[in-house]
């Protein structure tokens, strides 16, 4: 008896990443991996597009900038739709409306790229952004890099924000087994408490794409008040230092030593927005990178209790304790 033979295509999208290095792929679900690219060129394999081009800003990028980075890979099945179209479908409409895509995987359903980035940054406790993307066919790939290919028409496209190419930090496969709970749990929240976590994790990350620690510190003191003192207008340091604390810290002590910590560090971000540096006092009484450092740690600490806990608590109730035995 003869079978149909299938309407659908395999092909594989790349994102390039930022962040970290890995020596060896990684299948983070099925159907997703992560991929090193090597540090020779000559040993670069056919899914790596040819990056000779300049565009409008005239900074020319080339493979070169590609070596010792990380992409992640996901198989994605493609259906036309020629046979049963869209009611908004036209000659003249743009080539995605040709097909559906979707992640071929018998683990997940889809692939939500930007909670997929979040848990790799948590994960890493380092800033993970996808910086370029482009797509390729499987079965081309034992050809060379000239088949390279992308849906939209170009050989690959620049993602936002702009591409710095720096050298990533090497990172072990160890310190990336959390990525699948932590992605979970993100796609686990509800969507309200999905919705107040986006700005606590994107200003944690910004805090470390950032350069200047004056300029760290703003954004780890907004990803802070965003997490503790939502909506507050009023005595905003000293509640953001009370909730932190009582929400982070094991013990007494540990609840005094982050009250001091997050108490210095909002001094710290006051100083640096009315201006621009911290004053002298300050300066002769803290090391800014440290504080950073520090504040970066905790405020991972707290996102991923709360990821864990399935959403946000009631400050009050943190605040009171538990219920004496």
């Known amino acids: 008896m003869s079978t149909r033979p299938s309407s659908s295509a395999v092909v594989h999208r790349y994102f390039l990443l930022s962040g ?30 040819m990056l000779e081009f300049t565009p409008d800003d005239h900074q020319r990028f080339s493979v070169q900038h590609l070596l010792g980075r990380t992409v992640v890979r996901a198989e994605m099945e493609i259906v036309p739709v020629f046979h049963r ?5 036209t000659f003249d409409s743009t080539p995605d409306a040709h097909f559906r895509m979707k992640l071929r995987s018998n683990e997940i359903s889809d692939l939500d790229l930007v909670r997929f980035y979040e848990a790799l940054s948590l994960a890493s406790r380092r800033s993970v952004r996808a910086e370029m993307a482009w797509a390729a066919l499987p079965d081309y790939e034992i050809f060379d890099c000239s088949s390279v290919f992308s849906l939209g028409g170009n050989e690959f496209s620049a993602l936002e924000p702009v591409v710095h190419f720096e050298r990533p930090a090497e990172l072990t496969v160890a310190r990336l087994d959390t990525i699948k709970t932590l992605y979970h749990g993100l796609q686990d929240l509800p969507t309200a408490e999905f919705d107040k976590l986006r700005i606590p994790i994107d200003r944690w990350m910004k805090s470390m794409d950032e350069r200047r620690p004056e300029d760290q510190i703003i954004d780890l003191a907004i990803a802070l008040e965003s997490l503790y003192v939502p909506g507050s207008t009023t005595e905003v340091g000293l509640r953001l230092a009370l909730n932190a604390a009582w929400h982070l810290g094991a013990n007494k002590s540990d609840r005094a030593q982050h009250l001091k910590f997050f108490r210095r560090l909002y001094r710290a971000r006051s100083s640096v927005v009315h201006t621009g540096r911290l004053s002298d006092r300050l300066a002769r009484s803290m090391d800014l990178t440290d504080v950073v450092a520090r504040g970066q740690g905790l405020c991972w600490q707290g996102i991923t209790s709360i990821i864990e806990a399935g959403g946000m608590p009631q400050w009050e109730e943190v605040i009171l304790g538990p219920d004496s035995e």
């Open 20 to 49: 970290f290095r890995i020596d060896e792929p990684i299948e983070v679900f099925d159907g997703v991996t992560l991929l090193p690219i090597p540090d020779d060129a000559s040993d670069l394999p056919p899914f790596v597009p």
């Open 85 to 89: 179209p869209e009611l908004s479908y």
